[in-house]
C-alpha cells in the first residue's frame, strides 16, 4: 500500500466519505474552497451518492471508499459516515492516504476514539476531528474581544441549549432520526460541541458535575441536563440544555441557544441571531459588537470555516485546533459528565 504524494503539506484533492444530511455541507464547503479540488464521493446509498454527484457536475462516486481511494488518489478523505464506521474507515484509509478529518461522535467511542489514533500515527497519517461549533464565526469573535480584554479578566461562561426541536414523537424524524434510538443523546451527540467550544475560549477543564435526565419518552437517551466546569484557571463554566424548549431566534439551529461571558470588566452576550453584545461593569445599556460572517447552511458557514482552518494548519506543517490527540480530551470529559451523573458527584 502506498500513498499518492510524498510532501505532508501539499493538499489540492478532497474525497468525502458519506453524502447524508451533514455530509451534504461538508461537499458543499470542498467545491467553494480555494486551491482544492472535490475528486470523489464514496456514499453506500447509490441513489443518494448519484444525486449528491450530479449536484456536484457528475462527481465520480462509489459504494467502495478502497476503490475510491484507488481512483482518485485524495490527499485527504473527509470522513462524515455515521459513528458506527468511523475506526473501520480509518483502519482501512490511514495506510492509503496522508491526511483524513473525521466528523463527530469521534469514532463512537472513547475506545474507538483511541484505538483510531494509535492506527492513523502507526501508518503517518494526519488525522484531525471536524469539530465545527469552535468555527462558528461568533465564537471566533467572542475569543478575539476576551483576548482584546473586552470583559476584563473572565469568570464565567454560560450557554442555554435551545433548539426547540425535542418534542413530541416525531422529533428529529425529519432531520436525524437515528437521534431518536441513541443511549446517548444530549451530552454525546450535541453538548460535546460546547465541552471543546468551553475549552477554546476559557481554557482546560479540571472537573465537571452533571445532572442529566430524558424529557420526551419517545427517545432512548437523555435531552436535558446541566453541567457545571471547573477550569484550571479558576473560572467557571455552565452548560444549560433542553433540547425540547427553543430560544428567540429567526432561525434556532443558527446558534442553537444563548451565550453569556461575565468578566471584571463587563458581560458578552450572543443572542439567537448570531449577533453579540458588551456591557461594560456598572453600565445597563449593551453595545452590538459588529464582525463579518456569511449565513450559508449551517452555524454561519462554520463547516467550511472548520475544513478551511484545518487544511490551512497542514500547509503550514502546524496542528490543527481539533488534531485527534488533543480533541480526545472532550471524549475524556464526556466520560466524566456521564460518570457524574451517575453517581451524583464531581468527576475529573
Known amino acids: 500500500m502506498r500513498r499518492w504524494r510524498a510532501s505532508m503539506s501539499d493538499i489540492a484533492t478532497v474525497a468525502v466519505v458519506g453524502a447524508g444530511y451533514f455530509g451534504s455541507f461538508h461537499l458543499d464547503a470542498w467545491s467553494r474552497m480555494d486551491g482544492i479540488s472535490l475528486a470523489g464521493l464514496c456514499e453506500p446509498d447509490e441513489a443518494r451518492a448519484q444525486e449528491m454527484a450530479a449536484t456536484y457536475d457528475g462527481l465520480a462516486h462509489f459504494t467502495d471508499p478502497l476503490a475510491m481511494v484507488e481512483a482518485v488518489r485524495p490527499d485527504l478523505v473527509d470522513i462524515t459516515a ?4 468511523h475506526l473501520d474507515l480509518i483502519e482501512a484509509l490511514a495506510p492509503r492516504v496522508e491526511h483524513i478529518i473525521c466528523q463527530k461522535p469521534f469514532c463512537g467511542d472513547l475506545a474507538g476514539a483511541r484505538r483510531a489514533i494509535e492506527v492513523a500515527a ?51 424524524l425529519e432531520r436525524q432520526p437515528y437521534f431518536q434510538t441513541m443511549p446517548r443523546f444530549l451530552v454525546h451527540e450535541t453538548a460535546i460541541h460546547w465541552v471543546d467550544t468551553f475549552r477554546y475560549l476559557m481554557g482546560e477543564v479540571r472537573a465537571v458535575h452533571a445532572h442529566l435526565t430524558r424529557l420526551n419518552p419517545a427517545i432512548a437517551g437523555e435531552d436535558a441536563g446541566i453541567v457545571l466546569f471547573d477550569f484550571e484557571n479558576g473560572t467557571r463554566g455552565l452548560f444549560d440544555g ?27 452576550r450572543l443572542d439567537g441571531n448570531g449577533r453579540l453584545w458588551l456591557r461594560g461593569h456598572g453600565e445597563n445599556a449593551e453595545v452590538e459588537q459588529h464582525f463579518e460572517w456569511r449565513d450559508h447552511l449551517f452555524g454561519g458557514d462554520c463547516v467550511y470555516l472548520t475544513c478551511q482552518a484545518t487544511v490551512q494548519a497542514w500547509r503550514r506543517g502546524d496542528s490543527p485546533e481539533t488534531e485527534a490527540g488533543a480533541y480526545i480530551r472532550n471524549q475524556e470529559l464526556e466520560e466524566a459528565i456521564y460518570a457524574s451523573a451517575e453517581m451524583h458527584s464531581v468527576a475529573v
Not at 82 to 85: E, G, K, M
Not at 126 to 151: D, S, T
Request: proline share 6%; glycine share 14%.
Open 122 to 172: 502507526g501508518h503517518g497519517c494526519k488525522l484531525a476531528v471536524h469539530e465545527n461549533i469552535r468555527y462558528q464565526p461568533w465564537n471566533r469573535e467572542a475569543k478575539r474581544l476576551m483576548e482584546a480584554g473586552a470583559i476584563g479578566q473572565p469568570y464565567q461562561i454560560t450557554f442555554r441549549l435551545r433548539p426547540g426541536d425535542g418534542q413530541g414523537k416525531g422529533a428529529y
Open 242 to 268: 433542553n433540547r425540547l424548549v427553543d430560544h428567540a431566534a429567526q432561525n434556532r439551529r443558527l446558534t442553537m441557544g444563548e451565550m453569556w461571558i461575565e468578566g471584571s470588566a463587563g458581560v458578552l
Open 82 to 85: 455515521p459513528p458506527t464506521a
